[in-house]
């Protein structure tokens, strides 16, 4: 059994095959392949649109998605997470999609699972999905990746968006640079700055990150407003330059990027949600349309 634990579990002519089933996808051009399937969704963690994305890819090839609501789940009653995917497994869906705050849960589950484990997030480690949609997203826009150059902003330490795109990115041969103020700067042997202005002019796709507050032991900017006023995208930023725009969501309004840009059509933030449908329903094919 497959299972898609970090976008590294696929090689670049699988990726390059999801992107195709996703353009026929987008095109209409599906059957409701899963059928018999059954998909149960597990979230540990607030979730608007990842949760939303994956049982509407799964509705739309006629898989049966059951969601377990875990906050009133056995867990609560002390019962072990690895306990209760047994329990689950024993039930026999065909794939569990699960989301959890701590990193290392999905890859625990996948060494005892027979359903496929999809990642939809954990902890500040991956969420392959995500950014499969995100690089689906930039491939509709450029014809040819490589050298294409893309500066990630925010807090990049904390987040696992970035943490899976800059593994996928660099495989693909984007030029990534991150910008961030050194407490949300991870290790790293790419290129850095704390400047926005600095890479305006040499990049050609940002992506904007939400600060990950929920992960901070500390407060760590003073406030959002000090915050925003280095690293918000704003239309003044840009001016006219050709830059596309993108953010994960949920995203701070005037924190991350502003209201104008919001509106523009540089900013691709609900292309990248249309996609993500399309994208995951190329997942669930690929890992469970066959068996
Ligand atoms: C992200 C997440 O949960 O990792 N959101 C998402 O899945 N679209 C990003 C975030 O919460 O900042």
Request: include cysteine; proline fraction near 3%; charged fraction near 25%.
């Amino acid at each position: 059994m497959r299972h898609l634990i970090r976008t590294d579990d696929f090689s670049i002519e699988e990726i390059n095959e999801l992107f195709q089933d996703a353009e026929r996808f987008s095109d209409g051009r599906f059957e409701r392949i899963l059928q018999d399937k059954i998909i149960i969704t597990l979230f540990f963690e607030n979730s608007t649109r990842t949760k939303s994305s994956f049982e509407i890819a799964a509705k739309r090839l006629g898989a049966e998605v059951i969601h377990l609501d875990v906050t009133k789940s056995s867990t609560k009653k002390g019962e072990t997470l690895t306990d209760t995917a047994a329990n689950l497994e024993a039930m026999g869906p065909n794939a569990i999609i699960i989301r959890h705050q701590n990193a290392g849960v999905p890859k625990i589950l996948s060494q005892h699972a027979n359903a496929a484990i999809i990642n939809a997030g954990d902890g500040a480690h991956a969420h392959p999905t995500q950014a499969l949609l995100d690089l689906f997203t930039m491939h509709q826009h450029f014809d040819n990746l490589k050298d294409k150059r893309i500066a990630i902003v925010g807090d990049i330490k904390n987040s696992r968006v970035a943490n899976s795109n800059i593994e996928l990115l660099t495989r693909y041969g984007l030029d990534v640079t991150l910008v961030a103020p050194p407490q949300f700067m991870p290790k790293t042997t790419l290129k850095t700055t704390d400047s926005l202005t600095s890479i305006i002019d040499k990049v050609d796709i940002i992506m904007s990150l939400r600060t990950q507050t929920e992960r901070h032991s500390y407060p760590i900017y003073a406030s959002l407003k000090d915050y925003a006023s280095d690293f918000c995208i704003t239309k003044e930023l840009l001016g006219d330059r050709d830059i596309l725009i993108m953010h994960p969501g949920p995203v701070h309004r005037n924190v991350d990027i502003d209201d104008a840009l919001l509106d523009d059509p540089r900013s691709k933030v609900l292309n990248q949600v249309k996609n993500g449908v399309l994208i995951r329903m190329a997942v669930l094919k690929k890992l469970i349309g066959n068996v």
